[in-house]
């Protein structure tokens, strides 16, 4: 018990460490290297992106050597869940934030969903971030640690032809809320949902996604602009760092889309 504490303490006081699922590029990148700028070491997960993911870490290291490490993983693969945690507990044994921040994204309109489609935006989305957050919740209570969930405004209010896609965020909201009761008072469980930050990327149906598409999404955000990485990177940082008495809550981070949709 004496030592346990004493470890505790000992963690409490070193390099806090971050795990970041699905970090290679875009939103997930710039969450690395804010928190990476806050001091952070920082485990970037990916799954396909090892390139992308591996000169992210390279950058990060040569700032400050043995900062960023890289673990590889398809959340698709339900044994990837615990193992994917201790590796990443093994980077610097500690773990202080995991951020479930990978997804999947893609419409599925009524009558031609798949189970395939099911599991897969299912597993991204809401699956993975429950079972990653189960296999390193005894880690994150050793360091008083967080979890972020990375949910989006149509977690609560659904698009078109998403049914899957906004079902599995709206379940990870309802996870964040969960997981903050249970977890607590060691553990803080938070979400951030991000409006129109970045177009979807890639070669989807939505990679293209119409121009009068994103200027109707425009029209319907009160600040009249998409917003950036960094203001979601920004406020996870406030909530990890800052919010010592916010947990179970899920912040709009979307310049008014939701008060609009
Ligand atoms: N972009 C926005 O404007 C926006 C709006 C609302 C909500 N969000 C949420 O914010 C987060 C970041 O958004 P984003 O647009 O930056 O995400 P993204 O580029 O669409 O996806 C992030 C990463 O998720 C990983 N991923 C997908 N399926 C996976 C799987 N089965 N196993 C492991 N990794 C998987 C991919 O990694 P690899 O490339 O390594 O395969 C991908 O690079 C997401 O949770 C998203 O739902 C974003």
Redesign the pocket.
Known sequence: MGNSNANSATKKAGIKTAMI?????????VIAQTLHQAGYNVII??????Q??DELAAALNSERPDSAKVI??????ETVYNSLIEQAFQCWNRLDVLI??????YPTPIGSITLDDWN?LI???MK?PLFLAQAAAPYLKQTQGNIIN?????GQRPMKEHTV?CAA?AGLAMLTMSLAKELGPDIRVNG???????????DGPDGDMPEHTKNLILERTSLKR??K?ID?AKTILFLIRDADYITGQVIAV?GGRSINI
């Open positions: 699922t699905g970090s290679a590029k875009r939103v997930g990148a997960h990916c799954r396909l992106s090892r992308a993911a590889q993983g398809d959340l698709n693969i479930n921040n990978a997804s999947s994204f897969n597993n991204s989305n993975a990375m949910v989006d405004v149509h896609y965020k951030v949902a991000p409006g129109a930050i970045l177009w979807p990327a890639g998409s917003g990485p979601i979307d």
